[in-house]
């Protein structure tokens, strides 16, 4: 007797479809090893999205999951399959009709997809650093096995880049220009200059506190070498770390500063654009923050949301595989857990995204 | 007892978690040949007065003539949350002609089995009644998907090739139970008849009953008295079939239900009768919906924003939808339209379709605008931007046209907000 085709579910009435885990169901991973699995074997990697302010990460994230869902169940409808069965008939020609089994092919439905529902039902996504909902920018997502490349992004302690606007002549109390108004003041006296002497001191005073959080012994001449060159940095946790600031315009009461840091949040950044008011005797808030780099994920990398679909993540998830490999390598190489002797994610190159900014090499402050 | 060897009794005492299928008897109608076994089925042991007590039962093994026994088991098992608990009858292949109708007894009726001679398993079977053993595993008495039923069901074949999402369905817990114990000459064909009838087309009637599987439970005299009602209103065959198609749970509202809908409108939109039905015809889930956000909605348009009746009727009547939108969308977007844009009254009225876009859209074009110094929405003076054109068209069309840009312009200020 042959046993059906159909798998039973005999005594498996816990078993259902899991919202949280891998959801592709008992039947589905038949099928999507099949044909669906050609839009899911290149989902794996990582890419950016441009998160628009306004909405949480863990939105945006479910929208971009949505929307990868839609593209991959959307394959053209699987051929009817079949069955053997072994009826029972009469066979054989003139009287003798002597009852066999024939086997025979019935079509089945079993595994329609109107039975079983689409092959996938969710897929894993992690996101890297977070940007809180009044942020904008660069928000690298993981899809499948790329999201332990997360992990190996988030462990290379790369720096980000971020555009910070402030409004001088308002505190409130949360920073932020729509938050509960504290304080006005006059911001006349304030100059380009005094601003730019500002942000050298901060920015004098996190280079130090950059190399007291990287556990370097600056006694050797390996460690020199990197600090001329500008190398170091923690390879740890660390509070949050300026390792370039500058202002890019000035137009009282409005500013508009470059933040490259890292270990931050972007309450902290706001915080500054505050403790930046108060150095300059006045007071500030801060209108808008906006990430432009994220290791190496640059605006140009980050899809706009009409942009949220299977193919253009696809696409994306390739252009920056190679990318993402070799800089990984660098930074985790040889030697994972020892210091770098390597680049840290090229604050100023020429593919950093705002070169129309004029920006100086971090050696040089 | 010595049972011969395709007999397996199995017991099932296991506690099951969450929403799960349990198989119930079979229906009483199936033919049973010659057996007189059922006389036991009726008196059902009680074990405790909360427990249900199923029965089902399974494809059994036959033999030949001689001996003509039938296996069935039995067991007794417990629900769990009688809201998610539901009872689905085990199927029966019915277009196996050599297939016998399984029969059942209670386990405790042990005379029944008496009348059958004590069968070794070692005896030796001649090789006809060896072929007409059949040994195809059961059908799992209780389950959660209707995959394990669908092969042997006509009624779920055909539902199937017809279009209807079963996978959809058998999440609510009672839509799988009605569907198995449907039979699909007798009550299904009836009822899709008299929907092509109405005017549903064959490629439809697989989203239709998708949503309203519970049509099939309706009284087919009822479905007529409230096609006769909406036609007695003076709507339209084709506006009727239009109706159902968009409305699927329209025909499971008795008649009342819908005169006090259709009067609602009419009395608070205070809309002529020729009116109430094109909105209705429109947006037919108005009639099927909960009445209680339109009574917000409406005085959200009336106090909060400030409209005037005459506005609020003409913005209805161009955008039904916008009697069931969102409370705190609608006032989002008004609050950006009228206080950022600085657009009046008058203008936001003359085009509503503002209010059944996504704010995001209506913030990113506007901003665009103002970048490129093109936000001029006053039609008395020059370069006056229209909001419907501001919203309603793609994106294309709005960069080449009304902002006189590329988009990949557009694309790069949306990179800078």
């Known amino acids: ?365 | 007892m010595a049972l011969s060897a395709p007999q397996i009794p199995r017991w099932f005492n296991s506690v099951k978690l969450s929403s799960f299928i349990i198989a119930t008897q079979l229906r009483k109608h199936f033919p049973r040949p010659g057996k007189t076994l059922l006389h036991g089925f009726s008196a059902q042991p009680q074990m405790s007065s909360d427990n249900y007590f199923l029965q089902w039962g399974f494809k059994t093994y036959r033999t030949s003539s001689l001996w003509n026994s039938s296996q069935s088991t039995n067991s007794s098992r417990q629900e769990i949350g009688s809201a998610q608990g539901t009872l689905l009858p085990s199927m029966n292949e019915q277009t196996q002609k050599t297939e016998n109708i399984p029969s059942f007894d209670s386990e405790l009726s042990l005379e029944a089995l008496d009348d059958l001679p004590p069968v070794s398993p070692l005896q030796l079977v001649s090789e006809e009644e060896a072929i007409q053993i059949i040994a195809d595993p059961p059908l799992p008495p209780d389950t959660y998907t209707l995959r394990d039923y669908v092969d042997h069901s006509e009624t779920l074949q055909k539902l199937v090739l017809l279009g209807v999402d079963l996978s959809k369905i058998e999440k609510h817990p009672d839509a799988a139970n009605l569907l198995l114990r449907l039979d699909f000459e007798k009550d299904i064909k009836q009822i899709l008849m008299f929907l092509k009838d109405l005017g549903i087309e064959d490629n439809q009637l697989g989203t239709y009953l998708t949503k309203n599987y519970a049509i099939f439970s309706e009284d087919l005299e009822n479905l007529k008295t409230r096609v006769a009602y909406l036609q007695s209103k003076n709507f339209s065959k084709a506006h009727i079939a239009q109706m159902v198609r968009n409305a699927p749970f329209l025909l499971s509202f008795s008649v009342e239900r819908l005169d006090n809908r259709l009067g609602f409108f009419q009395k608070e939109l205070e809309l002529s009768v020729k009116k109430t039905r094109d909105l209705v015809v429109r947006l037919p889930r108005l009639l099927t919906g909960s009445l209680e956000p339109v009574k917000e909605n409406m005085k959200v348009y009336r106090l909060e924003l400030g409209f005037k009746r005459n506005e609020i009727q003409h913005m209805i009547t161009k955008v039904p939808k916008m009697l069931t939108a969102n409370k705190r969308k609608l006032t989002e977007t008004f609050d950006y339209v009228h206080n950022v844009m600085s657009i009046p009254h008058h203008l936001i009225v003359r085009f509503p379709q503002v209010f059944n876009t996504r704010l995001f859209k209506v913030k990113e074009r506007h901003l665009f605008l103002t970048y490129l110094g093109r936000a001029q929405y006053d039609p008395v003076k020059p370069n006056y931007i229209s909001l419907d054109k501001l919203v309603s068209v793609p994106d294309e069309i709005f960069c080449e046209e009304i902002a006189k840009a590329s988009v990949q312009d557009f694309e790069k200020f949306l990179k800078t907000l």
């Open chain 1, 1 to 365: 007797m042959a046993a059906p085709m159909v798998p039973t579910t005999f005594g498996r009435g816990t078993v259902r479809h899991f919202r949280s885990g891998a959801a592709i169901s008992p039947a589905g991973a038949a099928r999507a090893s099949g044909m669906g699995s050609r839009g899911l074997a290149r989902l794996h990697g990582l890419f950016a999205v441009y998160k628009p302010p306004g909405l949480k990460w863990k939105h945006v994230r479910d929208t971009v999951e949505l929307q990868l869902l839609k593209g991959v169940n959307a394959g053209k409808a699987p051929a009817p399959e079949q069955r053997v069965r072994f009826l029972l008939g009469p066979v054989g020609d003139g009287e003798e009709k002597a009852l066999t089994l024939t086997a025979t092919s019935v079509p089945t439905l079993t595994n329609h997809p109107l039975v079983c529902g689409p092959a996938c039902t969710s897929l894993k996504i992690g996101v890297g650093h977070r940007l809180d909902a009044q942020a904008s920018g660069v928000l690298v997502l993981g899809v499948g096995h790329g999201r332990r490349l997360l992990t190996s992004m988030y462990n290379a302690h790369l720096t980000k880049d971020y555009t910070v606007r402030g409004l001088l002549g308002k505190a409130t109390d949360d920073f932020c220009d729509e938050g509960r108004l504290v304080e006005k003041s006059t911001y006349d006296h304030v100059t380009r200059e005094k601003l730019d002497r500002i942000l050298a001191l901060i920015q004098g005073s996190h280079q130090k506190a950059l190399v007291m959080y990287s556990s370097l012994d600056l006694q050797t001449q390996e460690a020199y070498e990197m600090a001329v060159r500008g190398l170091i940095r923690p390879m740890n946790k660390s509070p949050m770390l300026v390792t370039a600031i500058q202002c890019i315009h000035f137009a009282p009461p409005e500013f508009l500063i470059q933040v490259q840091c890292m270990h931050e949040t972007q309450k902290q950044l706001r915080r500054l654009v505050h403790e930046i008011g108060l150095e300059l005797k006045t007071t500030a808030v801060c209108s808008q923050v906006r990430r432009t780099r994220d290791g190496f994920f640059t605006l140009d990398d980050a899809l706009l949301r009409t942009h949220w679909d299977l193919h253009s993540i696809e696409d994306a998830i390739q252009a920056a595989a190679p990318r993402v490999a070799a800089e990984l390598e660098r930074s985790l190489g040889p030697g994972l857990g020892t210091q770098q002797l390597q680049d840290p994610g090229r604050p100023w190159d020429s593919r950093g995204p705002s070169s129309a900014l004029g920006l100086e090499s971090c050696a040089g402050h």
